[in-house]
């Protein structure tokens, strides 16, 4: 069966930077059928979607820990059914999509189920998605979201359209070769390395690669500026630039377009860089949905190690840094690097 002739669809997407990086590629197939594509995202998600043309607009709500009260809500469902929607979809199977979905006043309302959802969030659906597959990359679980409703088009890809001002203000380094680090992981500390690690590597690359320099950003909050004053105390090196005021996704999205190769954690600066076709290393712990975060094929190198908390469910880390991450060895990842750097940029 086809996928329905829709003419207005809205998709559900509340997620933060990875998430909706991933989305991107079934909201261009959705847009490729001829529909109108309206998404409902968060902030970050907003700067993403603004690279996607497809995406006639946005709904933006704004999403933390904790959440914030449902009755905050109201006011743009209340907007939302006024715009009669064909198809409302979440290919995310969290309960709060799911009541996005079923409250849209679109006349077909269909959503991935994990297992997990509330019968709530369940009873106004029209048809759902069965959604437990996690082995396929994320993007791949939500094209064939698409499949499972009729969508037999080929894989759009990201095709994002960087803003030309955020190009220009990239700035330097961008004349030098330069790798872009992201040391801080805004998910967890838990999926974070030590900071004297990041900086022994650095040392290890540039006895290979003196040339190169190093570009690190962070998203903007005390916690990460602090690290990332600390991280530029321990290198001490002019190679190492710092930018610890939060960049837009369009700015950071045209620094990695720019930057030799990725360098980072489990963390949505990694999946922005895996989109821009970016060369990537990045240290992860093992986890049941790993096999569908972590990028994959020759131009990505993952450093893996197991992890006990994962495995348990019980924390047995000292404080918030990371075991299982901490037996990564700096000469893991410096060799990792160079292996995925240009070759006139070595020796």
């Not at 959802?117 to 048809?127: F, H, K």
């Not at 994002?160 to 070769?177: H, L, N, Q, V, Y």
């Not at 994962?310 to 990792?336: E, F, H, M, W, Y």
Request: proline content about 7%; charged content about 20%; hydrophobic content about 40%.
């Amino acid at each position: 069966m086809p996928l329905p002739d829709w003419k207005k669809v809205l998709v559900v997407d509340l997620g933060f930077l990875g998430d909706t990086v991933h989305s991107v590629p079934a909201i261009r197939a959705l847009a490729a059928t001829g529909a109108q594509v309206d998404v409902i995202t968060t902030p970050v998600g907003a700067e993403v979607l603004a690279m996607v043309p497809e995406v006639r607009s946005t709904w933006v709500t704004p999403l933390r820990k904790p959440s914030p009260p449902w009755w905050q809500g109201l006011a743009q469902i209340s907007s939302l059914r006024t715009q009669k929607y064909d198809a409302a979809l979440s290919w995310i199977g969290s309960d709060r999509n799911l009541y996005g979905v079923g409250w849209s006043g679109a006349r077909e309302r269909i959503a991935r189920i994990t297992g997990k959802n509330s019968w709530p969030a369940r009873w106004r659906l029209t048809r759902s998605v069965d959604g437990k597959d996690r082995s396929m990359p994320v993007f791949e679980q939500r094209l064939n979201f698409l499949r499972e409703l009729g969508w037999s088009g080929k894989e759009p890809g990201w095709n994002f359209k960087i803003p030309d001002s955020e190009r220009i203000a990239t700035g330097s380094p961008g004349k030098k070769p330069y790798l872009h680090l992201s040391v801080n992981a805004a998910s967890t500390p838990l999926n974070e390395w030590p900071l004297d690690d990041w900086a022994e590597t650095l040392r290890q690359i540039w006895k290979e690669a003196p040339c190169l320099e190093v570009l690190a950003t962070g998203a903007g909050s005390e916690r990460e500026t602090a690290r990332l004053g600390d991280f530029s105390a321990l290198v001490a090196d002019a190679r190492l630039k710092i930018r610890t005021e939060r960049c837009s996704v369009g700015l950071l999205a045209a620094i990695l377009e720019n930057a030799e190769l990725h360098l980072g954690l489990d963390s949505g600066v990694l999946h922005l860089a895996m989109a821009l076709g970016r060369p990537t290393v990045s240290l992860f712990r093992e986890s049941v949905g790993r096999p569908g975060w972590a990028p994959r094929g020759n131009r990505h190198y993952v450093l893996l190690r197991d992890c006990p908390c994962n495995q348990t469910g019980r924390n047995s880390c000292d404080g918030s840094r990371a075991l299982c991450l901490s037996k990564i060895s700096p000469t893991d990842v410096a060799r990792a690097v160079l292996a995925g750097l240009p070759v006139n940029l070595k020796g």
